[in-house]
């Protein structure tokens, strides 16, 4: 058997799409344009029943005023030639009149062989009077139309007539060109004012808008895509204002990223070379182990302590320069031995200062300890290097530290007697490269330790600040449990016992 063939994919059938301009201006014009046209085509049918029923009352008054000299002829009555005269003259073909109940013939006509329509101006409804004058212009050739209209010329119930259509037709479809003509214009010329006041007031400005956006994205730096704000205080001014600054703002973020951009590549070089010296240290501290001297054995614990952490922190440094700092490792620390070791490392003792520690020492907190550590020793050093470039000052400085305990926080205060956080740094003082008030600062040390410090899922802030100092407050979430005392370990291996 031969294959069948395979079907035919369908395509389907495009659609097809009607002319739309791009243009916002264009857009205005067409829109408003059809606007008014509308407008005037919703207005057309009562204009053209108001015509109507104006031009079929002149013909009743005109009847009506032709059936008064019937009054004054002699004998009250007139020859034919008279009568036709007069019923031309009226552009009617009959005239009829109703009194005290009786319908009376005035002037007459040759009769029809078709019955006219019927239009009763005394009593209209809206809908027969709208629809009216579509029934003259597409009711056919050759009829006549019978009105019956209320008298204002002589005492009568109503006066009836019978004219033809023809003229009042006529008559109606001039009008109607007219009208049209005249809406056309109205239209395009009401449609030509909004166009040019909007693309004036609105179109133009958002032209200029767009196009600024437009330049500061294919280049933030060109400053052709500056945007300076007209003045204006509608909302057209109001995004003027919104989109300078949003472009002031971008321009400072792309600077600061590029910044950063090249501080990690300058990093990465030194991390690479910083990690081979610690390497060289961390042999020669191997070494040194070996020499049977006191001092020696005396430091090099310390000397120890500070390579490690050195280490861990150059190899943590790419990995924080691409996401985050790691995540904490918390546990049980004791904080008064964290604080001397702080303390000492950021050289507060060396420097002439004093530092009053007020945490007993079985107080603990939840922390990771290098982490912690590097808290403490960046409050610290700030601290003794804001005492020390003071102006003004004479003697050396006292810092302090305290705890307080609170449900589900532990609060560490570090205070000051230095200088104060001047009021042009405060609003900045955490953010990287912009909160430093020293000379040659680089504004990462608060920075880096608030961050550590949401790392666990505390904070740091400025509690207090002036002349006589500056207070710091850590929170770290959790409780740990005191340390015992030797004294409350004897007791307590002696109950176990």
Known sequence: ?????????????????????????????????LFVAGAGALALPLTMASFEEQWLLDRVRAAELAS?????????????????????????????????????????????????????????????????????????????VRVIAEPRFRQADFVEIVAPDTELKKALGAYVGRLVLVTAFVAGLAGL????????????????????????????????AHLEPSGRRDEIGRAEVELDRMQADLRVALNARARLAA??????????????????AQIASERLAMVQDPQVAQALPRLERALDRAVKLASDVLAYGKTEEPAPD????????????????????????????????????????????????????????????QSGRDGPGVLRASFVQEPGMAVIRMADDGPGVPERARERLFQPFAGS?????????????????QGHGGDLSLAETGPEGAVFELRLPGAAPALETPKKARRRRKAEN
Not at 6 to 31: D, H, N, Y
Not at 80 to 95: F, H, P, R, Y
Not at 194 to 218: D, G, H, K, Y
């Open 193 to 224: 004012l909004v166009f040019l006041s909007l693309n004036l007031f609105l179109v133009r400005p958002m032209q200029r808008i767009t196009f600024a956006m437009e330049r500061f994205r294919a280049d933030p730096d060109d400053p052709e």
């Open 437 to 453: 008030s020293r000379p040659g600062g680089a504004g990462l040390g608060l920075a880096i330790a608030r961050e550590l410090a």
């Open 68 to 144: 008064l000299s019937t009054e004054v002829a002699p004998d009250r009555g007139v020859n034919q030639q008279l009568s036709d005269q007069l019923l031309k003259g009226a552009g009617v073909e009959t005239i009829a009149i109703q009194a005290d109940g009786l319908r009376r013939l005035v002037l007459q006509g040759p009769r029809r062989a078709r019955a006219p329509y019927l239009v009763d101006l005394r009593d209209q409804a809206p809908l027969s009077w709208v629809a009216a004058p579509f029934q003259t212009l597409f009711g056919g050739e050759g009829r006549a």
């Open 1 to 33: 058997m031969a294959d069948a063939p395979e079907p035919q994919a369908t395509a389907k059938p495009s659609r097809t799409r009607f002319f739309w301009p791009g243009g916002l201006s264009a857009r205005l014009l067409i829109l408003t344009t």
């Open 263 to 280: 501080l990690g590549e300058a990093v990465a070089k030194i991390n690479h070379d910083l990690r081979n010296m610690l390497t060289s």
């Open 330 to 389: 918390v546990r049980p620390t004791p904080l008064a031995e964290a604080l001397e070791m702080a303390a000492e490392e950021a050289r507060i003792l060396d420097r002439g200062h004093a530092f009053s520690n007020e945490v007993a020492e079985t107080e603990q907190v939840m922390a990771d300890p290098d982490q912690l550590h590097r808290i403490l020793v960046n409050l610290l050093k700030n601290a003794r290097e804001a005492i020390e470039q």
